[in-house]
T-cell receptor, first 108, second 115 residues
Framework: KNEVEQSPQNLTAQEGEFITINCSYS?????LHWLQQHPGGGIVSLFM???GKKKHGRLIATINIQEKHSSLHITASHPRDSAVYIC??????????FGTGTSLTVIP | GAVVSQHPSRVICKSGTSVKIECRSLDFQATTMFWYRQFPKQSLMLMATSNEGSKATYEQGVEKDKFLINHASLTLSTLTVTSAHPEDSSFYICSAIRSPTYEQYFGPGTRLTVT
């Protein structure tokens, strides 16, 4: 069983749609990261959060520590948002666990 | 923002040779760096945790004698794939941890092809 589960695995949306990607985890954590990986392979850390909610532009990340769940929302999606989004958690022992990623395609 | 570089970005080598990949944090000191590998259409797999001044900690199933990690300074960690075989062909990514916030910054990755 994976310590971090993401859903959906694949997601196709029309430009402008509101998108949600979910992440559930089973370990105690110090922080949760949302990462974005573009087709070229480069990875960008979008958010690091340990409670509540963070917003950056059209991206919003929320976390519910009690439910061990986080969501990444993209408002007014755009084709340039097409990427793989990975949820990663840092455990209380500073080890990292990664979800399998959500492949998002936004169609113009 | 913080930048992490990797060198080389791509490397092709013959089976049996060794390849060194460098990971540098360019504008901050990183006592901890991570090395990952990624197979096509799969997520990141943590290989090892590299700590400056001490031996790396390897994940279960990762051969420490095959994947040599040296964290020589607060801005440089190297991964050497020894006696490479075609099955070692993969995308290798490093990340560096910035204290005290523990934010993680990723390198652009190195694509290794062993022929």
């Amino acid at each position: 069983k994976n310590e971090v589960e993401q859903s959906p695995q694949n997601l196709t949306a029309q430009e402008g749609e509101f998108i949600t990607i979910n992440c559930s985890y089973s370990v105690g954590i110090s922080a949760l990261h949302w990462l974005q990986q573009h087709p070229g392979g480069g990875i960008v850390s979008l958010f690091m959060l340990s409670s509540g909610k963070k917003k950056h532009g059209r991206l919003i990340a929320t976390i519910n520590i009690q439910e061990k769940h986080s969501s990444l929302h993209i408002t007014a999606s755009h084709p340039r948002d097409s990427a793989v989004y990975i949820c990663a958690v840092r455990g209380t022992g500073n080890q990292f666990y990664f979800g399998t990623g959500t492949s998002l395609t936004v169609i113009p | 923002g913080a930048v992490v570089s990797q060198h080389p970005s791509r490397v092709i080598c013959k089976s049996g040779t060794s390849v060194k990949i460098e990971c540098r944090s360019l504008d901050f000191q990183a006592t901890t760096m991570f090395w990952y590998r990624q197979f096509p259409k799969q997520s990141l797999m943590l290989m090892a945790t590299s700590n400056e001044g001490s031996k790396a900690t390897y994940e279960q199933g990762v051969e420490k004698d095959k994947f040599l990690i040296n964290h020589a300074s607060l801005t440089l960690s190297t991964l050497t794939v020894t006696s490479a075989h075609p099955e070692d062909s993969s995308f290798y990514i490093c990340s560096a941890i910035r204290s005290p916030t523990y934010e993680q910054y990723f390198g652009p990755g190195t694509r290794l092809t062993v022929t």
